[in-house]
């Protein structure tokens, strides 16, 4: 029923919930301040590509496991591949003209980025 009430009463102290929401704000902030700093310091060129690609910035602290992923513009996963820790040449399938995301993921975080592709 509307407006009904299980009995069941929390109470909070205002102090607890400020310091809890600003820990939280503080992780979120650091965690997208260093997330911005990894994505700043990858490159992928040649952009345009006929391709062939150099990625250039990527960390490899504790033999972390990096995937690229090639993906059309409707999202449509065309290529995925672990990457070599020392081997950063990739050479992409052969697609069509057009315009592609690759998509580097480590771990649960992935870094998109957007090449041409032409012949």
Request: proline share 5%.
């Amino acid at each position: 029923m509307f407006g009904q009430t299980t009995g069941i009463t929390a109470f909070v102290e205002p102090n607890d919930l400020t310091i809890e929401t600003n820990k939280y704000l503080q992780d979120s902030i650091e965690w997208h301040n260093a997330y911005k700093a990894r994505l700043a310091a990858i490159t992928i060129y040649p952009n345009p590509t006929r391709g062939e690609i150099h990625i250039s910035g990527l960390e490899n602290k504790e033999n972390e496991l990096w995937v690229l992923q090639l993906m059309d513009c409707d999202g449509r996963l065309i290529y995925s591949s672990k990457l070599d820790p020392n081997e950063r040449n990739i050479d992409l399938p052969e697609v069509g003209i057009g315009l592609y995301v690759i998509r580097l993921m480590n771990g649960n975080t992935a870094y998109p980025f957007r090449i041409t592709v032409f012949n």
